[in-house]
C-alpha cells in the first residue's frame, strides 16, 4: 500500500512555531550548508544523514503548503528567509523539486501579504503534548487509503484526508499533502453547493468550505468575513432562529471583567468588516449528539453548509458584541436541508470514519 510521510504536529500556534523553528534551522539550514561544501545538490548517495534530510526537507516543504501563513508566524519565524535561500542563494544547492515547492509557497504568501489581515484561530486548539525543546516532531510514514476506499477515497466523505499514528499510538487527521486543498479565502459561494454536508472541520477546510481548522471565524479584518461556524459552544450567547441569526464575535466566553466589553478580537474585526463591505458570509453549521436539544437547525452530526448571509448590524450584549446575519433569498430552504442533509448514508458514514482505513 502507498504511503506518505506527515508530520504529527497539532494545531496550536505554540506547537507550529516550535516545529517551523526547529525544521528551518536543523534541516533546511543543514541541507545548505552541506550543499555548499560539496558544491553541488545533496543527494541520497551522499550518505544517510543526507538521505534523511533530504526527506525531511521534503515532507516539511509539503506540510507548511498545509497551514495557514500569519504575522505572528512571519515575525516570529524565519520562514521568509529560509525560502529565499532555497530560491535564489547562489551558494546553496537545493534539488530542484524543493526549490519549485519553496518558489510557490513564497509568492502564495506573498500575494496574500503574509496573512497580515486575515484572521488567525484565536479558539483555544484541541488538547494536544507540545514537544519539549529540542524534541523533534517524527516523520510518520502513513497509509494512503486505496482510491476506491468509501470512506477515505475519491467518493468518500474523509477525501484528502489521512490518518496518522504516532510513535505512541496517538491517532491524528492530517492533510494528504497529495491531494491539495482548495483556499476557501473567496467570497460568496467557493463552487459548493448549498447544502454541502462535511464530516468535520478538517474535511470543509480541505474543501475550501471554512478556512480555520478550529475557529469559528474565517476572513480578514479589512475586506470582511468568508465564512462562519454556529455550533453550541456558544449556545448561551448566539441566537440561532434559522433565516435570522444572532452570532456573537471570537472571544466572547473570555471576558473577565464584568465592567466593560470584551477587546474586539479579529474575528469580530472581520465580521464588523462585513458589515462595511456588504460581502456575503458563507454560514456553516456543526452538529453532534447535542444538536436536538440546543439548536433545531444544527445537523445531525458533521457539518452543513447552509449558504449565503448578510451581515445587517452590530450591538453590544453587555460583555460582548453580536452581530445580526441574515440569509440571502433565492436558496434551498433551511426545512428541506434539515430532511436532506447529511444524508443516511453519510450518517452512517460518519459512525464509521473513526475506524480508519
Known sequence: ???????????????????????NRFTIATLGVKSRKLKRV?????????KELLKKGRAYLQWLDTIEMTPE????????????????????????DMKNSARALYEKWESENWGADEVASEDAAEEEVIPEDGEEVPIIQSQLPPPNHPIYGEH??????????????????QLNPRVPKRS????GHNNIPVGAWFANQLVALHRGAHGARMG???????????????????????NDQGDVLYYSGSNSHKNEDPSQSVPSSA????LKASLQT??????????????????RWLPECGIRYDGLYQVTSWRERGLYEQFRLCREPDQPPLEDLRRTSPTAQQKRDWNRFQQGY
Do not use: W
Open 1 to 23: 500500500m502507498a504511503t506518505v510521510d506527515v508530520f504529527a504536529v497539532g494545531s496550536s500556534r505554540a506547537a507550529q512555531l516550535q516545529h517551523i523553528n526547529r525544521y
Open 42 to 50: 545533496v543527494t541520497c548517495e551522499d550518505g544517510s544523514e543526507c
Open 73 to 96: 508566524i512571519k515575525e516570529k519565524t524565519t520562514t521568509a528567509r529560509m525560502l529565499q535561500l532555497i530560491i535564489n542563494n547562489p551558494e546553496l544547492f537545493y534539488p530542484e
Open 156 to 173: 468518500g466523505i474523509m477525501y484528502g484526508i489521512v490518518v496518522a499514528r504516532g510513535p505512541k499510538g496517538r491517532i491524528s487527521y
Open 184 to 187: 476557501a479565502k473567496v467570497f
Open 216 to 238: 469559528g471565524i474565517a476572513g480578514s479584518t479589512t475586506a470582511g468575513t468568508y465564512s462562519i461556524v454556529v455550533s453550541n459552544v456558544y449556545d448561551d450567547l448566539d
Open 267 to 270: 474575528g469580530t474585526k472581520a
Open 278 to 295: 456588504r460581502r456575503p458570509v458563507r454560514v456553516l453549521r456543526s452538529g453532534g449528539s447535542h444538536s436536538s436539544n440546543s439548536n
